[in-house]
């Protein structure tokens, strides 16, 4: 996948467009077609080729449940299969999985699993909440590493709301301590000591402790960070003309920070 292109300085992350466009035409969408034709009334919706998606410039995106996911699998595998040295290339695919807003599903409180019997959070708990996944497979070190993005958070007890914040210079100590790399750091606001770091560990360091980056931010991010600046910033031309989407920001804005001031944010 990492290449050098043509005329190029700096090496290329993506998959080249003519093999992008190769895995869609002759892989993706002939599977998706020849199994979601047991679902009656969605042939009218489905594309025959990439070409025919693209000549579509209004052509909308359609999300489709399918119920059984492994005979989609199974279909492409095949093609890949019958396409010979065409499609060989594709012959060790994987699958990706990106979810989010996960957790609420997956947080586990320390507290919680002492006064239960417990001396740490299990593990058994995630597993039980997406047995969809194989595990079994999955941490089965012959197929490959398995990393996982952990996050660890301290919140107060207290009625009153409260917001807590990462020292600077004390999260520099600790990062250095692990071998990190330059660490991008984000001030809070006009506070100069407190904000958040986020960086790379060093080649060494990702080796004897399996860790690969390491973040530090402080939770009252959250106040902001969905629906995110698209739904609520405008245009500086909105806020030149006073125009009312710019009325229609600052309101949005308002809310949101004046809703915020009565939730407690840990780190």
């Known amino acids: 996948?990492?290449?050098?292109?043509?005329n190029a300085k700096r090496y290329a992350t993506l998959l080249p467009?003519?093999?992008?466009?190769?895995?869609?035409?002759?892989?993706?969408?002939?599977?998706?077609n020849k199994i979601l034709t047991t679902y009656p009334g969605l042939s009218e919706y489905l594309p025959p080729s990439l070409q025919d998606v693209r000549r579509h410039l209004d052509y909308k995106v359609k999300s489709i449940f399918i119920h059984e996911p492994n005979k989609v699998l199974q279909e492409i595998a095949k093609l890949i299969h019958e396409g010979g040295e065409l499609l060989s290339c594709f012959g060790s695919f994987f699958v990706v999985a990106d979810s989010r807003g996960m957790k609420v599903a997956t947080k586990q409180c320390v507290s919680q699993g002492i006064s239960s019997g417990e001396a740490h959070p299990t593990f058994e708990q995630i597993k039980i909440s997406f047995?969809?996944?194989?595990?079994?497979?999955?941490?089965?070190?012959?197929?490959?590493?398995?990393?996982?993005?952990?996050?660890?958070?301290?919140?107060?007890?207290?009625?009153?709301p409260l917001?807590?914040?990462?020292?600077?210079?004390?999260?520099?100590?600790?990062?250095?301590?692990?071998?990190?790399?330059?660490?991008?750091?984000h001030t809070l606001g006009t506070?100069?000591?407190?904000?958040?770091?986020?960086?790379?560990?060093?080649?060494?360091?990702?080796?004897?402790?399996?860790?690969?980056?390491?973040?530090?931010?402080c939770l009252a991010f959250e106040t902001v960070r969905s629906p995110g600046k698209e739904e609520y910033l405008c245009s500086d031309k909105d806020i030149v003309g006073?125009?009312?989407k710019f009325l229609d920001s600052v309101k949005s804005w308002s809310e949101l920070f004046l809703s915020a001031q009565s939730q407690p944010y840990g780190v």
């Open 1 to 6: 996948m990492v290449h050098k292109p043509q």
């Open 17 to 32: 467009h003519c093999v992008q466009d190769l895995w869609f035409d002759r892989v993706i969408i002939p599977a998706c």
């Open 131 to 160: 047995p969809d996944l194989d595990w079994d497979r999955m941490l089965n070190r012959n197929y490959g590493e398995l990393y996982f993005d952990v996050g660890i958070s301290y919140h107060s007890n207290t009625q009153t």
């Open 163 to 185: 917001t807590g914040l990462w020292r600077i210079p004390s999260l520099r100590t600790s990062f250095s301590k692990m071998n990190s790399l330059a660490p991008t750091i």
């Open 191 to 217: 506070l100069t000591f407190y904000g958040g770091i986020k960086a790379q560990m060093s080649h060494k360091s990702k080796k004897n402790r399996h860790i690969i980056s390491r973040i530090s931010y």
């Open 242 to 244: 006073r125009t009312p």
